[in-house]
């Protein structure tokens, strides 16, 4: 990766390390065991990372048509799961052979009946569960309490082209694996003798995704093993839908030093690019995690800031660094997902970065 960084014509630059995310998959599916694994596109839907993941996983979430369109597009004929809430008309048309449609209310459902085709789905329940510690809570919108899960079952079962398979409950993110685990029982515990009695053979379960991706100690891995160990003891037919804890490791935002400043004793490095390619720290509210590729020394307090005109660009504030000039290169890793796609890219104006594969 430092290689590749270095020699870089222009910065700023993403650059996705294929290989190692190959092999991130590869161990998290030998982990899981039998639990089925569908990636969540919305953590970053780059074509050469679908490509790469795809021969190691069940299929893709999408969660708008836009998505689903440039699925079908990257792998053609890869399962792909429709989630997501305001549903339209045409989206739920554009999903006509989606393996699996998320209802997230009955009036989505309302909508796939008067399309008049076959479809296979789940119900998106938002189940009144405690999560403690989660970064994010799915409740609000999301999904629906008992009473429209119950007419929603009442709904399909009165329409043959309907199949209800199971239940789909996402509900909290940034979660460790006992944690998860806790949550996906209590969700079986409510959702199997629920659609046992609502007529849905070989009841099935999509406990979605959240697994926590610790961004102060990168090492740190979700413990797939325990998931898909714990998982296994549920009598359910299984999927998950990670994203972030998947594609987070593999992806660098590769910048250069345009300024060095200090003002009234706080230093401050302005870098080429900024926010508006890498969001990920304004809206987890962490400093993001960075190798300085070119400089070495004694290290001091700075903080990492973009070009842009608002106070808000930063990227790690007062985090130690070696002395810097403008021509160093800073790297900041863990920028594989809800990095680039999550940010605003036209604010201001400024150039859009390349995107490279370490291959
Ligand atoms: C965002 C989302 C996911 C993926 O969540 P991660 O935190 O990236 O693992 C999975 N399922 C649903 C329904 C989502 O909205």
New binding site residues.
Partial sequence: MNELALSLDAYPAYIYDLPGLENHIKAIRTALGGTELFY?A??NPDAEILRTLAPHVDGI?V?SGGELTHVRETLPGKPVAF??PGKTPEELRLAHNATRIHVESPTELARLVALGRSAEILLRANLPLKTPNAALTMSGPFGMDEDALNECARLIAGNPRLTLRGVHA?LA?GLDAPTMLDLAHRIAEWAIPWLNTRGAEEPELNV????AVDYASPEALFDWHAYGTGLASIPARIRI?????ITAYHGWYVTDVLDVKTIRGETYVILRGGTHHLRTPVTKGHDQPFEVLTATGSESPATLVGQLCTPKDVFARDVLVPPLTPGDVVAFTMAG?YAWNISHHDFLMHPKPAFHYLR
Avoid: T, W
């Avoid at 979605?208 to 697994?211: K, V």
């Avoid at 839908?241 to 804890?245: K, N, Q, S």
């Fill in positions: 969540a919305k953590a979430e969660s989630g997501g996402h993110s979605g995704g959240g697994m839908e990670p994203g972030r804890a997902a």
